[in-house]
C-alpha cells in the first residue's frame, strides 16, 4: 500500500484531535469544507470510516481511535527532526492563548529584541497542549484552567497572578444606581468575557456577595468584544485588569470598587521538561519575568476608598 496523502493525514488528525473539523480548519487555515474533504479521501482510500456523523458533531469509529495516536506520535516527530537540523540559536516559537498574546505579550516583544537581538521571536496561538506539541514550540503560556491538566513530561513557571476587578466607564459611577459597593451590582448589567460566566462566579464566592443573578447580563464569546461593550457603558465587565490597563490609563474605564481577587488563577509558562536550562529558553523566561511589573501601575487607578485601601494587594509576581 502507498502512503496516502500527507494532507489527509494531517486533515485527519487535526480534526480527531479536536474532534471538530471546524477547528481543525482554524488551526490548518483551510476552510472546513476542505477538512472535510480531505477527511473524505482518506476514508476512501483506507476503505474504512474514520467518522461517524452525527447532527451535533462527528465521533471517532475504532479505527480511528486507532489511527490517531499514531499519526500524533509521527507529525510530532517530524516536528522533533526539522527542529533539530535548524539553527538552534535563531528562532524562539513561543505559543499563547489569543487574549494575552494580543493585549500584553505582542507589545512587549521589541524589548526582547534589545538584550537578545540573535533570537527572532515567532509567535503562535494556541488552545491546548495539542496545539503546543504539533506546533513545534519551544515555550507556551497556559492559563490556570489549562495548567491543571499539564501533563507530566511539561514544566511551568508561575508568571503572574490574576487581578480580577470588576471594571465599568465612568459614567456607570454616576449613573441612575451610582456603582458604591459589590451590592449595587444587582441593579446594572453583567458583562461576561465567557460563555460559562466562570469569571464573575468566581469572583462574587472569593469576594463573598450573594444576591447578584451570574446567570442574567451579557455573554461575548472574547474578552475584546466584552471590553469594548464596557467602554460603551453597556454594563461592568470582570476583567484581569493588568489586561485592560491602556483603557484603565486613557480613564475609558475605571474600577468601581473591590476587592481585586489575586488567588486561585494565574499565567504560567511552560516548555518541555529541562528544556528551561537552554540559553535562549532562560533567557525568554528571565526577560518575561523582569516585565511583569509590580501592582503600583494599577494601584492608582483603584478607587481611593478606605475599602479600596484594605483590598490587600500582593505582588502578582511569583514562581
Known amino acids: 500500500m502507498r502512503l496516502p496523502s500527507l494532507n489527509a493525514l494531517h486533515a485527519f488528525e487535526a480534526a480527531a484531535r479536536h474532534q471538530s473539523f471546524a477547528r481543525a480548519a482554524e488551526e490548518l487555515h483551510v476552510t472546513q469544507g476542505a477538512v472535510s474533504r480531505h477527511v473524505k479521501l482518506l476514508e476512501e482510500e483506507l476503505g474504512v470510516a474514520l467518522f461517524r456523523r452525527r447532527p451535533q458533531g462527528i465521533e471517532l469509529t475504532p479505527q480511528g481511535r486507532a489511527l490517531l495516536p499514531e499519526l500524533t506520535a509521527s507529525f510530532e516527530r517530524i516536528v522533533r527532526a526539522t527542529q533539530q ?76 497572578r490574576e487581578m480580577l476587578a470588576p471594571v465599568c466607564a465612568p459614567d456607570l459611577l454616576k449613573g441612575s444606581v451610582p456603582l458604591r459597593g459589590p451590592a449595587d451590582l444587582a441593579a446594572h448589567e453583567l ?18 456577595m450573594t444576591g447578584i443573578d451570574v446567570r442574567s447580563g451579557q455573554v461575548f464569546q472574547t474578552l475584546e468584544m466584552a471590553t469594548s461593550a464596557a467602554v460603551a457603558g453597556l454594563g461592568v465587565a470582570i476583567m484581569d485588569l493588568l489586561l485592560v490597563h491602556e483603557e484603565l490609563t486613557s480613564g475609558r474605564l475605571v474600577v468601581p470598587f473591590g476587592p481585586v481577587v489575586t488567588e486561585g488563577t494565574g499565567y504560567y509558562l511552560f516548555a518541555e521538561r529541562g528544556r528551561f536550562g537552554e540559553p535562549k529558553i532562560a533567557a525568554f523566561r528571565d526577560w518575561l519575568l523582569a516585565e511583569i511589573k509590580d501592582n503600583g501601575e494599577i494601584a492608582r487607578h483603584l478607587p481611593a476608598s478606605p475599602s479600596s485601601r484594605a483590598m490587600g494587594l500582593h505582588s502578582p509576581v511569583a514562581g
Open 85 to 160: 537540523v535548524a539553527d538552534p540559536g535563531r528562532e524562539l516559537r513561543v505559543a499563547c492563548q489569543p487574549t494575552l498574546a494580543s493585549r500584553w505579550l505582542v507589545r512587549r516583544l521589541a524589548a526582547f529584541r534589545t538584550i537578545r537581538p540573535q533570537t527572532q521571536v515567532t509567535l503562535g496561538l494556541m488552545c491546548d497542549y495539542g496545539d503546543f506539541r504539533l506546533g513545534g514550540y519551544d515555550l507556551g503560556i497556559s492559563y490556570h484552567e489549562m495548567e491543571r491538566n499539564r501533563p507530566a513530561d511539561l514544566e511551568s513557571v508561575l508568571l503572574r
Open 191 to 208: 458583562l461576561h468575557p465567557t460563555r460559562d460566566r466562570a469569571d464573575w462566579r468566581f469572583w462574587l464566592a472569593t469576594a463573598g
